[in-house]
């Protein structure tokens, strides 16, 4: 797949040597009041209680907002209440997490909802600007539901591997989340009424945050499946339609929560760095030429399908095919003495569903949704 990469405006903060509260450490999430055209950014802070800091339209921490925090991660402002997700224990451990509700003109607590009584790890959270919030819980593999006026909650979808990213998407009314993993994961769709969600793209390796920008499209932030390679991961931009992905940041250190701020500048929690990175601005960054993929007919289909690598302009691919839940079930390389053309493989072995086609090319690689019925 081509990526065009656009090199970010880089605003450093320098990585904590002694603790404070006026500093970032290990920022997890940011939103912007657009009516106060002020930031807000959760801090995870590790071993010291977690706190929110203010930043102003220069990209300048102006002050810390709320203390007293644990490990607080994803934000969403509804009206003039910030609500932020405060995990009580890591990953893993067995304490609660609560959703938090803050009045931003007062400081004050007005929401102290208990999550659940141990075992979940809360990420991020999104609202349909219709009385609702929609939240993560990558621990227990589901989506709560929450009524603000209620104050209750519902699992919205469950049984789903490691969902982290959401965001509303208020143009088809669903709301849209990562099922991630670091083989292949996903972006999928539902209703706001609930259903049955649709996988909408995949993207090779784990994906964190997802947002989706005013004029439809989206972004979404990446984390490497291989440690040592923390430091250079990349933010990506997806169309509306899911068409193609197109990098529009390499240079990231475990990004996370982003938001679209002051003039549609794209700001990224580097949770690895202590910093937040802002890009010039999010409108009008060039499409990268689409993917040059998997082309597969027919798709949808019932048995044997049709590939055509003339494009790609190699003489042999690894194929793989992954479920949804990320398992792989199907494996094989081709390999020719020329260039590979129009080749034919049977799917008739396949259970009906949802697949993704994986090409791995000495240069790449790029991924096709496979509908079997």
């Given at each position: ?200 793209a995949s993207h090779d390796g784990w994906l964190e945050g997802l947002i989706m920008a005013s004029d439809g499209d989206y972004f979404a932030s990446s984390w490497s499946s291989n440690g040592p390679t923390w430091g250079n991961e990349p933010v990506f931009k997806l169309p509306h339609d899911f068409g193609w992905e197109n990098e529009v940041s390499g240079f990231n250190n475990r990004p996370f929560g982003m938001c679209v701020g002051y003039s549609d500048q794209l700001a990224v929690c580097n949770w690895g760095s202590h910093e937040i ?97």
């Amino acid at each position: 797949m081509k990526y065009l990469k656009h090199l970010f405006i880089i605003v450093l903060f320098v990585p904590l040597m002694n603790y404070s509260q006026d500093t970032l450490s290990y920022p997890t999430d940011i939103v912007y009041d657009e009516q106060n055209q002020e930031y807000y950014v959760s801090n995870w802070a590790n071993d010291y209680p977690g706190y929110i800091l203010k930043l102003n339209n220069n990209d300048e921490i102006i002050g810390n907002f709320y203390s007293s925090l644990d490990l607080p991660s994803g934000l969403c402002l509804v009206g003039d209440t910030l609500y932020v997700l405060n995990n009580k224990d890591l990953y893993g451990g067995n304490l609660p997490s609560y959703l938090l509700g803050i009045d931003i003109n007062t400081g004050q607590l007005v929401v102290d909802v208990e999550l659940g009584s141990g075992g979940i790890y809360v990420d991020l959270l999104t609202t349909d600007n219709k009385g609702h919030l929609y939240i993560t819980d990558s621990e227990n593999h589901k989506i709560y539901k929450y009524n603000i006026e209620l104050q209750t909650f519902i699992d919205f979808v469950i049984d789903i591997d490691r969902p982290i990213g959401i965001c509303y998407n208020y143009i088809d009314d669903l709301v849209m989340f990562t099922i991630s993993s670091s083989s292949i994961s996903y972006i999928a769709s539902i209703p706001v009424e609930g259903g049955d969600y649709q996988i909408e793209a995949s993207h090779d390796g784990w994906l964190e945050g997802l947002i989706m920008a005013s004029d439809g499209d989206y972004f979404a932030s990446s984390w490497s499946s291989n440690g040592p390679t923390w430091g250079n991961e990349p933010v990506f931009k997806l169309p509306h339609d899911f068409g193609w992905e197109n990098e529009v940041s390499g240079f990231n250190n475990r990004p996370f929560g982003m938001c679209v701020g002051y003039s549609d500048q794209l700001a990224v929690c580097n949770w690895g760095s202590h910093e937040i990175l802002f890009n010039d601005t999010v409108t009008g960054i060039d499409w990268a030429t689409p993917s040059s993929g998997l082309e597969v007919f027919p798709n949808p289909t019932s048995g044997t399908i049709q590939i055509d690598f003339s494009r790609n302009n190699v003489r042999e691919v690894d194929l793989s095919v992954f479920d949804i839940s990320g398992k792989e079930v199907y494996k094989m390389k081709i390999k020719k003495d020329g260039l590979l053309g129009d080749e034919y493989l049977d799917f008739g072995f396949l259970e009906p569903g949802t697949y993704f086609l994986t090409g791995q090319f000495n240069n790449g690689q790029v991924h096709e949704k496979i509908i079997v019925y």
